[in-house]
């Protein structure tokens, strides 16, 4: 944990502050406190059966789909692998496996819907420098956000479409966002925009009005101003001031279930609520690799591969 956390928070794109100011407090008082709370937040959704992450369960099933459906619709002439940002498999290996392999060209694909710096852009900075580190650069290309995209809206809302049909019908749809800080939005990232966009579309493709879902956002980390309001504050607000029992979340920015989504807001946000006086909470799994969003992933895949593949 705590060679991830150093990892993770030592990125520019995910903690912006100046460096003699970050690092040090990242290295004398963060890492020496921090490991221990997300190493228990971890063991509580570990995949034990296969001793890793749900992450990367969900990566390689997500990985294993893409691949059949490519072999599908390209045969062999495609190549189909992955990496993570952080950790392993890193992007650098990742990188000089494909150019090892012969491939000619590559396309990157950071499976986040809606860009983000913290997200898209870092995952873009670690490919570009791995490929500084080749000989012979292959051509590239960089799939774009798909928080529009029809498949992928369609997609979400099938799969809020078939929890609500197992479940008394919530008084409200929260749809909870990884945060940012606001200035952030300041400063010209589109994350926020991106995010509105996702639940309006998704509002208009289940055919309800405002009452029935709001956007929130999740994971606030430090002291400085995040994108409100904040999920888990909200949830508890809305049982304590407009009365709502039941609720169901879903979270639309990450691609696959991980932390963020199985503790985070099945654990500690569904304690919120429920500690305020909320009686149903539901959460909605991420669309990890269910078929339509496979299709909604190979639909950007297709495009991007056009005039190469």
Not at 27 to 36: D, E, M, N, Y
Not at 48 to 77: F, M, R, V, W
């Amino acid at each position: 944990m705590r060679r991830y956390l150093n990892e993770f928070l030592s990125d520019k794109r995910v903690v912006d502050l100046p460096r003699w100011l970050w690092l040090p407090l990242l290295r004398i008082v963060i890492l020496t406190k921090r490991p221990f709370a997300s190493g228990a937040a971890y063991a509580s959704i570990w995949n034990n059966e296969a001793n890793e992450s749900p992450l990367l369960t969900i990566t390689k099933a997500q990985t294993a789909a893409i691949e059949a459906a490519c072999a599908e619709h390209y045969g062999d002439d495609v190549m189909v692998d992955f990496c993570m940002r952080y950790g392993n498999p890193s992007v650098k290996s990742k990188v000089k496996e494909m150019t090892k392999a012969g491939c000619e060209k590559i396309l990157f694909f950071p499976l986040y819907p809606q860009y983000a710096g913290p997200t898209t852009a870092t995952a873009n900075d670690a490919f570009f420098r791995a490929l500084a580190e080749e000989k012979y650069q292959p051509a590239v290309r960089t799939a774009p956000q798909y928080f529009d995209l029809p498949e992928y809206i369609d997609a979400l809302a099938a799969s809020i479409e078939r929890a609500y049909a197992d479940i008394e019908t919530p008084d409200k749809l929260v749809v909870s966002y990884h945060g940012v800080p606001t200035r952030y939005l300041m400063e010209g990232d589109p994350y926020h925009c991106f995010c509105q966009k996702t639940t309006r579309l998704l509002k208009e493709r289940l055919g309800w009005d405002d009452t029935q879902i709001l956007t929130t956002f999740q994971s606030k980390f430090g002291r400085a101003e995040w994108l409100t309001p904040a999920t888990v504050d909200e949830v508890a607000r809305l049982v304590t001031e407009d009365k709502v029992k039941k609720i169901a979340v879903v979270a639309p920015a990450f691609s696959a279930d991980c932390i963020e989504t199985l503790e985070e807001i099945n654990e500690e946000i569904k304690e919120s609520f429920e500690e305020a006086g909320g009686e149903q909470f539901t959460y909605i799994p991420c669309l990890n690799d269910e078929p339509a969003h496979i299709d909604a992933l190979m639909k950007v895949i297709k495009t991007n591969l056009a005039g190469w593949a």
